[in-house]
């Protein structure tokens, strides 16, 4: 992890990261419950979708231990939270409905992620390009491996509005701050920025990333 | 591996997870022969299926080697065990018969992947709780592998009998075992016990990890 | 790696592998495009295809850094190569064509994989057969993982031309060569045209791996 100079810093980082966590938790048990799973299926899906992009950077970068692992009260935290939301139903539909308004919260916790992971990577001295790719996995993995594994392709390769591209935008500001001389803090900060504006301004707006040539031809009704 | 005081002991383990990694290994094969797989297909299931939650365990603890390169002769037995199976109606028929009834070779197979994870982990002084969930894992991973593979939404995330709470209740039982100054093959063996049990009886009985609240909107045909 | 004698040798290595993974990153890409993905899920395919066998072989045999980290420029000249792929019509349709008449081209891909994967486990001291798996890994687990990803039963698992089996054999070649004394360039050579010529007769003759005795029930109409 990159060193804070400031223990302010370190202390907002850890408050944030410790949210996106927990969201990306929630919003892996409202996907079982949309499956009929039972609470194993949501203990796994929350778990699933708050750690595996993590684990997934950590493993390609040959990280250990692992952040479910260093802090490991968050998977008591997570098994904590499966209880009364998979069997209270006042909870499980206040969840559900914070989740649906929560396009805010994922965009928040995919910057999170995004600059954590490419920071992590920019502190072991990788390539800049490989840093840039480690921030994505990051903050894109864990909806990946999550969709794999109850069967659907995954969302982020369809079109839609900008999330990868989001991430990969953010990482890069992130790097080019701090090859400009900016601390990791605010570099960051600038990055979440980034990240968070292009999510929420490309749903409202409709942006997506331009339509691949194969898309008229699908609207064509070609084969 | 946690050490064994006395040599009998280390024998009836080695023997026992022999059996466990032969009987996960057929269970592969005749889900190849369902899903009407050629024998690589048979024999890449047949090996997930008996080392994929020992792999996904040793790549979250880091360990090194992997299980099935240490004992690389079972690979050889495996690819073995495939030909005749794939081409040989009878014994094609008996290890499909054997497999219908065999809730109870799969229930200690449960029961024993459960008990070596959590040694393992507990040898090398993780967290409690990671420990318990690397019985989980080791017990129940080669089967979610194994179905996301074949592209089903994995059974351990589906309601049915006991699975994975079975798992968990005897790791738990093995760490408190240990914490309240068993040995391990004692602590183990009352674990093996518990995991088998609760498997068998809650089969027998109906018994499921309590329904969630969304089942009942499912059975109101909610949307 | 093994270390190659002559420069020559490895020259020829280096051409023969980066080809490899610029075809399968295609093939990646063209697949993307059939499932009409965007340009990320395009990226995400090509990549997975061109790295994921190599990768899983690294993690396996705790290899760092990996092959794509280590040439992380690939990464960024697929990044390039995804642009005109997606965005323009003529650059997709030559790209498709070539892909359909590029059962060489695949075949050559196969044939290198293998050769790299097996040469690495043998050059670290492996077991025979685990260097054997580790060539099938190399050159068959980017189009699994591929499939799983993209929501499909790998087409490696059902029955077709020879693949799987062109590359254990292809191995074994490799491996037997350097157990009587050949160098690693000229047993790899006879390795890859073995796999090479078992995977084009296979496809042309329509040899397929013997029919499991099941498909006999399946072609019955049994259940």
């Known amino acids: ?18 949210t996106a966590v927990i969201a990306a938790a929630v919003a892996g048990m409202i996907l079982a419950a949309n499956k009929s799973m039972d609470i194993i299926g949501a203990y796994a899906l929350a778990c699933i979708n708050a750690f595996a992009g993590g684990t997934v950077r950590d493993l390609l970068l040959d990280n ?17 939270l499966c209880i ?10 206040l969840a559900s409905e914070m989740h649906r308004r929560s396009v805010v919260i994922d965009a928040i916790g995919l910057a999170l992620f995004t600059m954590t992971g490419t920071g992590i990577a920019l502190h072991q001295g990788r390539p800049l390009i490989v840093a840039a790719l480690m921030g994505v996995v990051t903050g894109t993995m864990g909806g990946v491996v999550r969709d794999v594994v109850v069967n659907e392709v995954p969302d982020l390769f369809r079109p839609g509005g900008l999330y990868a591209t989001a991430s990969f935008t953010g990482a ?52």
């Not at 992890?1 to 410790?18: I, Q, R, W």
């Not at 692992?69 to 968050?74: D, R």
């Open 172 to 223: 890069i500001v992130l790097i080019a701050g701090i090859q400009y001389g900016m601390q990791y803090p605010e570099a960051s900060a600038l990055g979440i920025v980034v990240v968070v504006a292009l999510r929420l301004l490309s749903l409202r707006l409709g942006v997506t990333v331009p339509a691949p040539q194969w898309a008229a031809r699908d609207r064509a009704g070609e084969p």
């Open 1 to 18: 992890m990159p060193e804070f100079p400031h223990l302010s810093g370190a202390l907002v980082f850890t408050l944030f990261e410790t």
């Open 64 to 80: 250990r231990p692992f952040y479910w692992m260093e802090h490991y009260l968050l998977l008591v935290v997570i098994l904590a």
């Open 84 to 93: 009364p939301f998979v069997y209270s139903a006042r909870i499980f539909h």
